[in-house]
């Protein structure tokens, strides 16, 4: 754990590497993802390079292990004008060898510092299955908290799991009680 950690933003120059990374863990962790090989966008090379292109609206954040790419995390900001204020992290991913170093806690506080970059994000979201328990955990260390939860969320060769959805108000300092001061328009 004391070795330094190489975390640094993705471009398009790596897209390959994302791409190759993003199918290992949907095939290795099915069950933790919404997206399937089938049907994810993120392994289109062409797709990824448009993505990684956009700065303004999101990031990809790698953890690279002697040139390999080998963790991942994403953060998209919201798009629509009344949702501007939200982010939302995706695909986070340690592959196993990489496991164990601190590797994910890096890789999300590169991504809650990105959010926090973009003016006027005040809240991150994000989604994790039951089958992803340390990686909720992760989470709730970091200060997310749950606000709602889906059961049987994702259907997968015969299995169900519950997908728990979670936010960090970026905008409210540690201590003050969510929606606090909220002002209702009716």
């Not at 790596?14 to 199918?23: F, I, P, Q, S």
């Amino acid at each position: 754990m004391g070795m330094d950690l190489d975390i640094r933003r993705i471009g398009a120059a790596d897209a390959a590497l994302l791409v190759a990374l993003r199918r290992e863990a949907l095939e290795n962790n099915p069950l933790a993802f919404g997206a399937s090989t089938e049907d994810d966008y993120s392994l289109s090379l062409e797709r990824v390079r448009a993505f990684l292109a956009d700065p303004q609206e999101q990031a990809v954040f790698g953890q690279f292990e002697g040139g390999v790419l080998a963790g991942m995390v994403g953060v998209r900001r919201e798009s629509r004008l009344k949702r501007r204020h939200k982010a939302h992290i995706w695909g986070m991913y340690v592959a196993p060898r990489a496991r164990g170093k601190g590797a994910g806690r890096a890789l999300l506080a590169a991504a809650i510092a990105q959010a926090r970059a973009w003016p006027g994000v005040e809240q991150l979201q994000l989604s994790v299955t039951d089958a992803a328990d340390t990686a909720r955990r992760m989470y709730e260390a970091a200060g997310f908290r749950a606000w709602g939860h889906e059961p049987r969320a994702l259907h997968w060769e015969g299995c169900f799991v519950d997908e728990l959805h979670l936010v960090l108000e970026l905008g409210v300092p540690s201590g003050v009680p969510p929606n606090q001061g909220a002002q209702r328009v009716n």
